[in-house]
């Protein structure tokens, strides 16, 4: 029996090296040049069938088992984030305003530690193992063009697994939930239109910067008042433009932010709520309101079958481990898009460390995490892997 633990152990320089490495070289949505040719190299350096160039920067490698049997997808995300590092580490980004926020550096090398760890074992593998590099993960589309060009077929998995490491939680967590594990996401924005003038004479105007106070309290009434306290949902305002002058009353105040829901029937209640409250609360301030929604991913829904088998595998591998059986967050992930037509399993990787300081939230400057996480997540999803090719 193979011991994945011990086996991604000795490959522990390699992945090290490999994070560190795309971290200091850090590369947006759709221009992962530098990251995807080094990901090529290596799989073809293990004698893998590759394709590049897919959604501009993706990777797709194939690892052919001796035997026939079920071809399962394993997804690995690459892009950065446009935020200045700020952690200080030897390994810091050397891209201005650009760093790994978010840990698809480490997803990246642990994605090449699996190909090495299963092309290892090929001649013991019954079916395919597909290996996805994704482009573009953070809200740019990524896995929508990948999936539109074609990476779901030739050949079409018959399961999916992909993973995140997780900096809510310590080393030593993992988890591995069934059903909704991560939100729909919708992005929106508004145009709030009054009549500009003088901060001295609000009378002569229609103020658009209060119709906006009103329209972002408002809006948490959704909530609190039309959501049921059962269900879960989000709205949250993140963006607020508008004025340039501390005595002038600007002509419009525009708006952003998000919106987070598990059940389609909810999306569609808040949805509809929400286009609601801003257009009567505009209008009874004397104002107009331009309201634009933009569906950016469905719900990340683990399959019960195959969210048990994964959730099996890690409570053998790791016997001591804090396993979360029932894990739900309201981040989203573009991985939803691969698994609504293939049954698959989106787990988390602990990855915090706290006496050490390397607990900063994901999306902060100071984001880094416990480098020990690499070879637990490596040994997990190869195991997955093999375990989901006993189908």
Aim: charged fraction near 20%; glycine fraction near 8%.
């Amino acid at each position: 029996m193979t011991n994945w633990i011990q086996e991604a152990r000795r490959l522990f320089d390699y992945t090290r090296s490999l994070r560190r490495d795309f971290h200091r070289h850090p590369e947006l949505g759709f221009q992962e040049v530098r990251t995807a040719g080094i990901v090529a190299r290596e799989l073809t350096a293990l004698g893998l069938e590759v394709s590049t160039g897919i959604a501009e920067t993706g990777v797709v490698a194939l690892i052919e088992g001796a035997l026939p049997g079920p071809v399962v997808l394993l997804r690995f995300d690459m892009d950065a984030l446009p935020i200045e590092e700020q952690t200080g580490a030897e390994y810091a980004s050397r891209t201005p305003g650009v760093m790994h926020a978010c840990g698809h550096d480490g997803h990246t090398a642990i994605g090449l530690t699996v190909a090495r760890l299963l092309a290892a074992h090929s001649e013991d593998l019954s079916g395919t193992i597909k290996l996805v590099f994704q482009p573009a993960e953070e809200g740019l589309g990524g896995a929508a063009r990948m999936v539109a060009e074609g990476v779901l077929q030739n050949p079409r998995p018959d399961f999916s697994l992909a993973l995140h490491l997780w900096n809510e939680r310590p080393l030593g967590w993992l988890g591995v939930g069934a059903g909704p594990v991560m939100a729909a996401a919708d992005a929106f924005s508004v145009h709030l239109a009054g009549k500009g003038g003088h901060g001295a004479l609000p009378h002569q105007a229609n103020d658009p910067v209060v119709a906006a106070a009103q329209v972002i309290s408002a809006l948490q009434s959704i909530v609190s008042r039309n959501v049921d306290p059962l269900d879960t949902a989000v709205v949250s305002v993140t963006s607020v433009h508008g004025g340039s002058a501390f005595n002038i009353i600007p002509p419009a105040v525009d708006l952003q932010g998000t919106i987070r829901t598990f059940a389609p029937a909810t999306r569609q209640l808040v949805l509809r709520r929400f286009d609601e409250i801003v257009t009567a609360t505009a209008e009874a301030l004397g104002c107009t309101a331009q309201v634009n929604l933009q569906d950016a991913t469905p719900a990340v829904i683990n399959d019960s079958g195959v969210a048990g088998r994964v959730q099996r595998v890690a409570a053998a591998l790791f016997p001591e481990a804090e396993l979360d059986r029932h894990f739900q967050t309201m981040g989203s992930e573009d991985m939803s898009l691969m698994m609504q037509d293939i049954p698959g399993c989106y787990f988390m990787v602990g990855s915090a460390d706290p006496a050490r300081g390397l607990d900063a939230k994901h999306h902060h400057p100071e984001f880094d995490f416990d480098e020990e996480a690499l070879p637990r997540a490596a040994a997990l999803m190869a195991a997955a892997a093999v375990e989901m090719l006993c189908s």
